[in-house]
């Protein structure tokens, strides 16, 4: 009944960008946090930030403020996930997803239920 499908992934030289999206069904997107995970091969999975429900309140792991941004587009029911100045270590599967506390917005992946499928993004050097 909730499912959230990524899109946008692909091959990109350091440097450039990519925008991942996000597209919701089942649930409403102005009522759910949404966070951004990434999993690069050998390497635990880190969240790479979250957005609260009112879309304006947004977390920011350290190695990627200044570079990604994350939007809501409610009407839409689709978040976004713009990267840009992508470096090889942005390297991995990126995964959206929707917390059980639809109000909780972190970066730890034990508080979400609602996952993607992933999108491969690679960053070549």
């Known amino acids: 009944q909730l499912q959230l499908v990524e899109s946008g992934g692909g091959s990109v030289q350091p440097g450039g960008s990519l925008r991942l999206s996000c597209a919701a069904s089942?649930?409403?997107?102005?009522?759910?946090?949404i966070a951004w995970f990434r999993q690069a091969p050998g390497k635990e999975r880190e969240g790479v930030l979250c957005?609260?429900?009112?879309?304006?309140?947004?977390h920011y792991a350290d190695s990627v403020k200044g570079r990604f941004t994350i939007s809501k587009n409610n009407a839409e029911n689709t978040a976004y996930l713009q990267m840009n100045s992508l470096n090889p270590e942005d390297t991995g599967v990126y995964y959206c997803?929707?917390?059980?506390?639809?109000?909780?917005?972190?970066?730890?992946?034990?508080?979400?239920?609602?996952w993607g499928q992933g999108t491969q993004v690679t960053v070549s050097s």
């Open positions: 997803a929707a917390p059980k506390d639809p109000y909780y917005c972190s970066r730890h992946a034990d508080h979400y239920s609602f």
């Open positions: 089942g649930f409403r997107l102005d009522y759910y946090a």
């Open positions: 957005i609260m429900s009112d879309g304006e309140n947004i």
